[in-house]
């Protein structure tokens, strides 16, 4: 089944340690995104991936770190979680095409907060 | 860059009746708009897309219109069932260039109650 797998789906942690989410598609795609989503702020994109070894910061970037070494996986990394990266996180993933948008498909999210 | 606005944030109407969602986008060059539909606790999932190139699309209850002069579009759900209600978002893109991939930009969601 084609899917983009996130785990874990919840996480409880405390301020400043160090976690990793990871992020797994199994549809060959060239394009990987990780968004967060907040009450009455939508969907804000932190990082994105265009292929393996290229990554470029989203709207919001801080904080967070990516990596790209396998097509397939994407981790979103926080250094130093803080509680104002409590939020709602999804992976997701698309063919890449040069000048034709494609449509996104999600991961279920992870759920983070951090105390 | 892209800015897109959407409203309203929550929308309630009676079982039957027809929702309509509204957004707006700032960047003329954009020529993707999608809408994702996200129930309670679970991912967003496209419903519905719409390129520049064409003004109306539907698929069987919901439509999509797009506004090229305006830069606005809209999502109609006709005949409503309690099965629609979800939080939607729309969103709007450009196409990947050698310079960069799309980029997805997201309206700030519509809750939609359908109430029985």
């Known amino acids: 089944e084609a899917q983009v797998t996130q785990n874990p789906r919840y996480l409880i942690t405390v301020t400043g340690k160090k976690l990793t989410v990871t992020c797994s598609q199994n549809m060959n795609h060239e394009y990987m995104s990780w968004y967060r989503q907040d009450p009455g702020l939508g969907l804000r994109q932190i990082y994105y991936?265009?292929?393996?070894?290229?990554?470029d910061k989203g709207d919001v970037p801080e904080g967070y770190k990516v990596s790209r070494k396998e097509k397939r996986n994407f981790p979103l990394i926080l250094e130093s979680p803080s509680p104002n990266q409590t939020s709602l996180y999804f992976c997701?993933?698309?063919?890449?095409?040069?000048?034709?948008?494609?449509?996104?498909?999600f991961g279920n999210g992870t759920r983070l907060t951090v105390t | 860059g892209e800015n897109v606005e959407q409203h309203p944030s929550t929308l309630s109407v009676q079982e039957g009746d027809s929702a309509v969602i509204k957004c707006t986008y700032s960047?003329?060059?954009?020529?993707?708009f999608p809408w994702y539909k996200q129930e309670l606790g679970k991912r967003p999932q496209l419903i519905i897309d719409?390129?520049?190139?064409?003004g109306e699309k539907k698929d069987q209850r919901i439509a999509v219109t797009l506004n090229k002069t305006a830069k606005h579009f809209s999502l109609h759900i006709t005949e409503t069932q309690p099965e629609d209600s979800a939080v939607y978002f729309c969103?709007?893109?450009?196409?990947?260039?050698?310079?960069?991939?799309?980029?997805?930009?997201f309206g700030q969601g519509t809750r939609l109650t359908i109430n029985p």
């Open positions: 991936s265009m292929n393996v070894e290229v990554t």
């Open positions: 960047d003329s060059a954009s020529n993707y």
């Open positions: 719409i390129r520049s190139n064409v």
């Open positions: 969103a709007a893109s450009k196409g990947g260039t050698i310079q960069g991939a799309q980029k997805l930009v």
């Open positions: 997701a993933s698309s063919l890449q095409r040069r000048g034709l948008p494609l449509p996104l498909h």
